[in-house]
């Protein structure tokens, strides 16, 4: 089919700015090829260079009573939380025996004198406490203590010390844990997880894309816009870094959006050019027709989602709000891929999207009142208090297991059991009667008696789940002093105790144990820090603002979908029907990652909860690609609507002409989300399984059934206020 441009004058000039900008795009394709293929290669420069400098990140609340503790700790007493834990195992013997003692010691003593170690002790050292032997003596542990940043600790101290520690050291087998040596360990498995699936996801999505639209070129489109998205974001995220820290978890975001958002975006344009050709229009009105109607809703829609995730920006999380960052990028470089360098490859090269002769295709203009979407819309506005009744109580059922929600923390457990680092916390775990390694650290921030310290000391060690308490007044456990302890270790300007925590205790509630600790009265102001207190705080930190983060991504969307229809109905239908869509995706994440149904078939262990970082990260994007879905179908329904008058006509005119395309995305998405539950990392697994349920349940029942069924009982009352828009003939 030839190019035909028409020569601009004075209609051209009141035409719509974006029916506009396809003219142009089809007057300079060869200059915008030229220059995106231009841009792809720096983008693709820029972005190599963006993965090396993502940071590592930690679970941390500036400000919280923990982070003051912490900064007390080093003031006050110059040490702080041990992070690093070394299993060490005599080949022979136990380890009180005098070889595996001396050994030990010198192995301590090596480690302290280690670059980036600000302390190490052991059991050896510090008196041969019960916290830092196995019950039947076969191990030991060395606390060590790396100050710095989670870059600096995982990226540079740990790859160079654990290496020359863990192995063979005399007598004694060394092992390495504790929660740098987790995390550490769980980017490198998460990334790769990531790179695996994409390289499932993008042969797979081919397929579908093919026998969606029967045509190379038109499959291929929407797998090269996603990559492309992703270059660009990448790219985006290079100029963020001059001001931002963007946690290298960001990169498994834009992986995984990027194909999404590239494919649905591609496939609505490509599906409106088959549409504008099928109504006998030339490419180049064809082309500035896709522009114009699905470029304004792809617009709308990127809008949407760019907006869900800015809300955690709200957030005072590095971690989070990394999510925003990478999300945002990975919608522009969608919209630019969608925008301006589709409409000019269907300008030059058109014909190649088109179904081949004798074949209908997917996408092109069905006859009106025809078809399988029609009749289904149909059938449910004839009965839509029962239609939508039944949808609405399946996805209830669906949804049941979210009110069982409990908010915990992560530990060694999300890495899978063949993770070194894990193998160590489950022998600490089993064989040990505490865990030293995330005591609960309390500083005073004043004078203490020595008095009060150990009156103080023997509350605390009466509290359920706390093995034992250090500090300069001994050792104190089960309310009674057990020891001397180390109290040289303690001494200092003020008071420090030192909680160690039961193993069945952290394993169990730790937040719980936080808040029992902090409940017993001191005789003293103090601060409560530590492993456990910090990951309390971020949880309560977080969970705090949950409503803020709600209230702001319902209204933001809800002020983009009333710009797009004019109706202050559609928006609030929009917003209930998402919110049981996201209520089926926590249903699922509850039932199976919480409970742990299905874990051996996914091969995770469940805790009994749920660190609430990943879901929130989960709430932002199921909710962002879930109006994703509300805008391309809305659109097509408005656009019906405005053409005849009609709500019952313009909802089955627009579901026989969306909702093949919604369908047919929304499962390429789902299946994309699906292919990361082989990861090995729960995390990864929580995020593929939980997108995909939310991407299929709003694809299908959401769509086809409950949309047309509210709309249906809505009647004229859905286009309030503004009502019928009035449309020119083209």
Same mark, same amino acid.
């Given at each position: 089919?030839?190019?035909?441009?028409?020569?601009?004058?004075?209609?051209?000039?009141?035409?719509?700015?974006?029916?506009?900008?396809?003219?142009? !795009?089809?007057?300079?394709?060869?200059?915008?090829?030229?220059?995106?293929?231009?841009?792809?290669?720096?983008?693709?420069?820029?972005?190599?260079?963006?993965?090396?400098?993502?940071?590592?990140?930690?679970?941390?609340?500036?400000?919280?009573?923990?982070?003051?503790?912490?900064?007390?700790?080093?003031?006050?007493?110059?040490?702080?939380?041990?992070?690093?834990?070394? @299993?060490?195992?005599?080949?022979?013997?136990?380890?009180?025996?005098?070889?595996?003692?001396?050994?030990?010691?010198?192995?301590?003593?090596?480690?302290?004198?280690?670059?980036?170690?600000?302390?190490?002790?052991?059991?050896?050292?510090?008196?041969?406490? /019960?916290?830092?032997?196995?019950?039947?003596?076969?191990?030991?542990?060395?606390? &060590?203590?790396?100050?710095?940043?989670?870059?600096?600790?995982?990226?540079?101290?740990?790859?160079?010390? &654990?290496?020359?520690?863990?192995? =063979?050291?005399?007598?004694?087998?060394?092992?390495?844990?504790?929660?740098?040596?987790?995390?550490?360990?769980?980017?490198?498995?998460?990334?790769?997880?990531?790179?695996?699936?994409? !390289?499932?996801?993008?042969?797979?999505?081919?397929? @579908?894309?093919?026998?969606?639209?029967?045509?190379?070129?038109?499959?291929?489109?929407?797998?090269?816009?996603?990559?492309?998205?992703?270059?660009?974001?990448?790219?985006?995220?290079?100029?963020?870094?001059?001001?931002?820290?963007?946690?290298?978890?960001?990169?498994?975001?834009?992986?995984?959006?990027?194909?999404?958002?590239?494919?649905?975006?591609?496939?609505?344009?490509?599906?409106?050019?088959?549409?504008?050709?099928?109504?006998?229009?030339?490419?180049?009105?064809?082309?500035?027709? #896709?522009?114009?109607?699905?470029?304004?809703?792809?617009?709308?829609?990127?809008?949407?989602?760019? /907006?869900?995730?800015?809300?955690?920006?709200?957030?005072?999380?590095?971690?989070?709000?990394?999510?925003?960052?990478?999300?945002?990028?990975? &919608?522009?470089?969608?919209?630019?891929? /969608?925008?301006?360098?589709?409409? /000019?490859?269907?300008?030059?090269?058109?014909?190649?999207?088109?179904? %081949?002769?004798?074949?209908?295709?997917?996408?092109?203009?069905?006859?009106?009142?025809?078809?399988?979407?029609? $009749?289904?819309? +149909?059938?449910?506005?004839?009965? *839509?208090?029962?239609?939508?009744?039944?949808?609405?109580?399946?996805?209830?059922?669906?949804?049941?297991?979210?009110?069982?929600?409990?908010?915990?923390?992560?530990?060694?457990?999300?890495?899978?059991?063949?993770?070194?680092?894990?193998?160590?916390?489950?022998?600490?775990?089993?064989?040990?009667?505490?865990?030293?390694?995330?005591?609960?650290?309390?500083?005073?921030?004043?004078?203490?008696?020595?008095?009060?310290?150990?009156?103080?000391?023997?509350?605390?060690?009466?509290?359920?789940?706390?093995?034992?308490?250090?500090?300069?007044?001994?050792?104190?456990?089960?309310?009674?002093?057990?020891?001397?302890?180390?109290?040289?270790?303690?001494?200092?300007?003020?008071?420090?105790?030192?909680?160690? *925590?039961?193993? =069945?205790?952290?394993?169990?509630?730790?937040?719980?144990? +936080?808040?029992?600790?902090?409940?017993?009265?001191?005789?003293?102001?103090? @601060?409560?820090?530590?492993? *456990?207190?910090?990951?309390?705080?971020?949880?309560?930190?977080?969970?705090?603002?949950?409503?803020?983060? @709600?209230?702001?991504?319902?209204?933001?969307?809800?002020?983009?979908?009333?710009?797009?229809?004019?109706?202050?109905?559609?928006?609030?239908?929009?917003?209930?029907?998402?919110?049981?869509?996201?209520? +089926?995706?926590? %249903?699922?994440?509850?039932?199976?990652?919480? =409970?742990?149904?299905?874990?051996?078939?996914?091969?995770?262990?469940?805790?009994?909860?749920?660190?609430?970082?990943?879901?929130?990260?989960?709430?932002?994007?199921?909710?962002?690609?879930?109006?994703?879905?509300?805008?391309?179908?809305?659109?097509?329904?408005?656009? =019906?609507?405005?053409?005849?008058?009609?709500?019952?006509?313009?909802?089955?005119?627009?579901?026989?002409?969306?909702?093949?395309?919604?369908?047919?995305?929304? $499962?390429?998405? #789902?299946?994309?989300?699906?292919?990361?539950?082989?990861?090995?990392?729960?995390? &990864?697994?929580?995020?593929?399984?939980?997108?995909?349920?939310?991407?299929?349940?709003?694809?299908?029942?959401?769509?086809?059934?409950?949309?047309?069924?509210?709309?249906?009982?809505?009647?004229?009352?859905?286009?309030?206020?503004?009502?019928?828009?009035?449309?020119?003939?083209?």
């Amino acid at each position: 089919m030839a190019v035909n441009v028409a020569t601009r004058g004075p209609r051209a000039a009141a035409e719509p700015p974006l029916r506009r900008l396809g003219h142009l !795009l089809v007057r300079r394709r060869r200059l915008v090829l030229a220059l995106s293929a231009l841009l792809l290669v720096v983008a693709g420069v820029l972005a190599a260079g963006t993965v090396s400098r993502l940071s590592l990140a930690r679970f941390e609340a500036p400000g919280s009573e923990s982070d003051r503790a912490q900064a007390e700790l080093v003031r006050r007493f110059g040490t702080g939380s041990p992070d690093l834990v070394f @299993l060490v195992t005599p080949r022979s013997g136990t380890v009180d025996d005098p070889a595996a003692e001396a050994a030990g010691r010198a192995l301590t003593d090596r480690i302290g004198r280690s670059d980036g170690v600000a302390e190490s002790s052991s059991y050896w050292t510090r008196g041969r406490p /019960a916290t830092l032997r196995s019950r039947d003596g076969r191990h030991a542990l060395i606390v &060590v203590r790396v100050p710095g940043d989670a870059d600096h600790v995982r990226a540079r101290v740990l790859p160079a010390l &654990v290496p020359r520690i863990v192995g =063979e050291q005399g007598p004694l087998q060394v092992r390495a844990g504790g929660g740098e040596e987790v995390f550490r360990e769980t980017v490198p498995l998460a990334r790769q997880d990531f790179v695996r699936a994409e !390289l499932v996801s993008f042969p797979l999505a081919f397929v @579908l894309l093919w026998l969606y639209q029967r045509r190379v070129m038109a499959a291929l489109a929407p797998i090269l816009a996603g990559v492309l998205a992703m270059v660009v974001g990448l790219a985006l995220l290079r100029g963020v870094l001059v001001f931002a820290e963007v946690s290298t978890f960001a990169l498994n975001l834009t992986l995984a959006m990027g194909l999404g958002l590239g494919i649905d975006y591609c496939l609505f344009v490509v599906q409106r050019f088959r549409e504008e050709v099928s109504a006998g229009r030339d490419r180049a009105a064809a082309v500035a027709g #896709a522009v114009e109607h699905a470029g304004r809703t792809v617009l709308f829609s990127g809008l949407t989602v760019a /907006a869900s995730l800015a809300v955690l920006f709200a957030l005072p999380f590095d971690f989070l709000r990394s999510f925003a960052f990478a999300g945002i990028a990975v &919608v522009v470089g969608g919209l630019f891929a /969608a925008m301006i360098v589709l409409p /000019a490859v269907l300008a030059s090269a058109g014909g190649a999207m088109l179904p %081949g002769p004798g074949r209908p295709g997917r996408g092109g203009a069905e006859t009106r009142g025809a078809g399988f979407w029609h $009749g289904l819309a +149909v059938r449910v506005m004839r009965r *839509p208090v029962v239609s939508g009744g039944l949808a609405a109580a399946l996805l209830l059922v669906l949804a049941s297991p979210f009110l069982g929600l409990r908010f915990g923390t992560a530990d060694d457990r999300i890495l899978p059991p063949e993770a070194s680092s894990r193998q160590t916390q489950e022998v600490i775990r089993q064989t040990f009667p505490a865990e030293e390694t995330d005591a609960i650290q309390i500083v005073s921030t004043g004078a203490a008696r020595a008095a009060d310290v150990s009156a103080y000391a023997m509350r605390l060690s009466r509290v359920p789940g706390v093995a034992q308490v250090d500090s300069a007044a001994g050792a104190h456990a089960a309310g009674r002093r057990v020891g001397d302890g180390d109290p040289a270790r303690f001494r200092g300007p003020g008071a420090w105790l030192s909680v160690v *925590p039961s193993a =069945e205790a952290l394993a169990g509630d730790p937040v719980r144990l +936080v808040e029992s600790v902090r409940a017993v009265p001191p005789p003293f102001e103090v @601060l409560v820090g530590g492993y *456990p207190a910090e990951l309390a705080d971020y949880r309560a930190s977080v969970v705090d603002r949950l409503p803020l983060v @709600l209230a702001l991504m319902l209204g933001v969307t809800f002020a983009v979908l009333f710009l797009m229809t004019g109706s202050l109905v559609l928006p609030l239908k929009a917003t209930l029907l998402n919110v049981l869509s996201l209520g +089926v995706m926590f %249903g699922a994440v509850v039932w199976i990652f919480q =409970e742990g149904h299905l874990s051996g078939l996914l091969g995770f262990t469940p805790t009994g909860t749920l660190d609430p970082s990943i879901p929130i990260l989960m709430l932002c994007v199921a909710y962002g690609l879930s109006m994703d879905y509300e805008v391309f179908l809305l659109s097509r329904i408005k656009e =019906e609507y405005d053409r005849t008058g009609d709500t019952g006509q313009a909802v089955a005119t627009g579901m026989q002409r969306g909702a093949p395309l919604i369908t047919a995305a929304g $499962g390429i998405l #789902a299946l994309t989300f699906a292919a990361y539950a082989t990861a090995r990392v729960a995390f &990864v697994q929580m995020l593929g399984v939980g997108m995909a349920v939310a991407v299929l349940a709003d694809a299908t029942v959401i769509r086809a059934v409950l949309v047309p069924s509210m709309m249906r009982l809505a009647g004229p009352l859905n286009w309030w206020p503004r009502g019928r828009a009035t449309t020119s003939p083209r």
